[in-house]
């Protein structure tokens, strides 16, 4: 049977439909099988420590790898561009894996101040009791992040559009700034998807997705992934995966190779849509405030321009009357609501939506300096409605929308 590699020349699109894949060599299976199998025979004796991990050694367990999850893993590295990938058993596994194996007690990690809460609760409380000292500043401000470099700086760690004001980081000057303090720039991209930016050509060392958002699609599966180059990778394997035991199951690599699959088509809706309801709500007069990146109105829509090819399907926005009217809209939402999920998570076919209220986030996950919580109040006032556009029709939820403001 013919080998099937894919050309290097291959778009987007073909690659999230065969990367990683070929058909079945025994039966000639066109759709991939889940190899559900824990443990797998090998020829004579192997290895038994991490460290005797090879580019050839054969699968052996699953915990250290498995051909559901490697194709998953190669499809995502293509489709970023990438030397290699590692699946997690979710987001967060994914970003303490890339904590716990580039940070070592006297490390010193600068953290993006406004991120996915969990991960801004796991840098700043979580990382100092192993004597690694974190700084969080607002990474949009390039200029901050050089300030808060130290000679003893290895990491920096952004998300951008950022979770859940959608401020944007600048990667190709973070990259600089990186490469210049000899640490590596790990960006979540957990928003942006590969097909509207790819961190590592601007000059990221490695990108984390929370797979249980676009890639997935459809909410029925939890997973991160890291790629990045190969060393970085294999380190990430022995150190996190196999050591640490956070992998991903292959049933779930299975249902997420099957999203990413239509990752392109369905970001194109969901940008289609997110423009769409973003116009609504800017012309709603019980709306305060719009932010979405493919706005004009977006505070940087150019850098937006610059660094996304598509502007995804992510909407903040705030209602008038502070955080009383926030909290009576986000009731009346939850009660009446007959398209959109009152729901947290984003990034599935379901359009999904939640309010979040800025004294409640400020006094757990992004409490830190006066200087930064006035920055984040100016992008989120009292508190916002994080907004996850799905693929429905458009007029469908703006009308949902309409309702209950
Ligand atoms: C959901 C999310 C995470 C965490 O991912 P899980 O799969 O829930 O562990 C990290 N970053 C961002 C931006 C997210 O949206």
């Given at each position: 049977m013919a080998k099937r590699l894919l050309s290097n020349m291959a778009g987007p699109r073909t690659i999230a439909v065969h990367g990683g894949e070929r058909p079945?060599?025994?039966?000639?299976?066109?759709s991939p099988s889940i190899v559900l199998s824990s443990t797998f025979v090998t020829e004579g004796p192997e290895a038994?420590?991490?460290?005797?991990?090879?580019?050839?050694?054969?699968?052996?367990y699953t915990r250290w790898s498995n051909p559901t999850v490697d194709a998953l893993a190669a499809k995502l590295a293509l489709l970023e561009g990438a030397e290699a990938g590692q699946c997690f058993a979710s987001g967060m596994a994914a970003t303490a894996a890339i904590f716990t194996t580039f940070l070592k007690a006297g490390d010193h990690a600068v953290v993006s101040d406004v991120c996915y809460a969990a991960i801004a609760e796991l840098a700043r409380d979580y990382l100092p009791r192993f004597g690694i000292a974190v700084t969080c500043v607002d990474a949009s401000d390039a200029a901050a992040v050089r300030a808060a470099v130290?000679?003893?700086?290895?990491l920096i760690f952004v998300d951008t559009?950022?979770?859940?004001?959608l401020r944007l980081s600048d990667i190709a000057a973070l990259g600089t700034i990186a490469k210049e303090a000899g640490a590596l720039l790990a960006v979540d991209s957990t928003f942006a998807t590969p097909i509207a930016t790819r961190p590592l050509a601007l000059g990221a060392d490695l990108v984390m997705h929370s797979a249980t958002k676009y890639l997935c699609g459809h909410g029925d599966a939890i997973g991160g992934v890291v790629v990045g180059a190969a060393d970085l990778v294999a380190k990430l394997r022995a150190?996190?995966?196999?050591?640490?035991?956070?992998v991903m199951s292959p049933f779930n690599a299975w249902l997420i190779a099957r999203g990413v699959a239509t990752l392109p088509l369905r970001m194109k809706s969901h940008e289609e849509n997110a423009l769409a309801v973003a116009r609504f709500l800017e012309s709603h007069?019980?709306?305060e405030r719009v932010t979405y990146p493919?706005?004009?109105?977006?505070?940087q829509h150019d850098l937006a321009r610059r660094q996304m090819s598509n502007f995804s399907g992510m909407i903040a926005f705030q209602v008038k009357g502070g955080a009383a009217a926030g909290r009576t809209t986000a009731h009346r939402m939850a009660q009446?609501?007959?398209?959109?999920?009152?729901?947290v998570s984003l990034g599935h076919h379901r359009s999904l939506i939640c309010w979040m209220q800025t004294d409640e986030l400020l006094a757990s996950?992004?409490?830190?300096s006066p200087g930064s919580e006035a920055a984040y109040r100016a992008w989120a006032g009292d508190g916002l409605f994080r907004l996850s556009i799905g693929l429905e029709e458009a007029e469908d939820l703006i009308r949902d929308l309409d309702a209950c403001l």
């Amino acid at each position: 049977m013919a080998k099937r590699l894919l050309s290097n020349m291959a778009g987007p699109r073909t690659i999230a439909v065969h990367g990683g894949e070929r058909p079945d060599p025994a039966t000639g299976a066109s759709s991939p099988s889940i190899v559900l199998s824990s443990t797998f025979v090998t020829e004579g004796p192997e290895a038994f420590s991490a460290y005797d991990l090879s580019a050839d050694t054969p699968y052996l367990y699953t915990r250290w790898s498995n051909p559901t999850v490697d194709a998953l893993a190669a499809k995502l590295a293509l489709l970023e561009g990438a030397e290699a990938g590692q699946c997690f058993a979710s987001g967060m596994a994914a970003t303490a894996a890339i904590f716990t194996t580039f940070l070592k007690a006297g490390d010193h990690a600068v953290v993006s101040d406004v991120c996915y809460a969990a991960i801004a609760e796991l840098a700043r409380d979580y990382l100092p009791r192993f004597g690694i000292a974190v700084t969080c500043v607002d990474a949009s401000d390039a200029a901050a992040v050089r300030a808060a470099v130290t000679d003893r700086t290895k990491l920096i760690f952004v998300d951008t559009p950022c979770n859940p004001l959608l401020r944007l980081s600048d990667i190709a000057a973070l990259g600089t700034i990186a490469k210049e303090a000899g640490a590596l720039l790990a960006v979540d991209s957990t928003f942006a998807t590969p097909i509207a930016t790819r961190p590592l050509a601007l000059g990221a060392d490695l990108v984390m997705h929370s797979a249980t958002k676009y890639l997935c699609g459809h909410g029925d599966a939890i997973g991160g992934v890291v790629v990045g180059a190969a060393d970085l990778v294999a380190k990430l394997r022995a150190d996190a995966a196999i050591h640490f035991g956070g992998v991903m199951s292959p049933f779930n690599a299975w249902l997420i190779a099957r999203g990413v699959a239509t990752l392109p088509l369905r970001m194109k809706s969901h940008e289609e849509n997110a423009l769409a309801v973003a116009r609504f709500l800017e012309s709603h007069p019980a709306v305060e405030r719009v932010t979405y990146p493919g706005l004009p109105s977006h505070p940087q829509h150019d850098l937006a321009r610059r660094q996304m090819s598509n502007f995804s399907g992510m909407i903040a926005f705030q209602v008038k009357g502070g955080a009383a009217a926030g909290r009576t809209t986000a009731h009346r939402m939850a009660q009446n609501l007959g398209v959109i999920h009152y729901a947290v998570s984003l990034g599935h076919h379901r359009s999904l939506i939640c309010w979040m209220q800025t004294d409640e986030l400020l006094a757990s996950s992004f409490g830190g300096s006066p200087g930064s919580e006035a920055a984040y109040r100016a992008w989120a006032g009292d508190g916002l409605f994080r907004l996850s556009i799905g693929l429905e029709e458009a007029e469908d939820l703006i009308r949902d929308l309409d309702a209950c403001l």
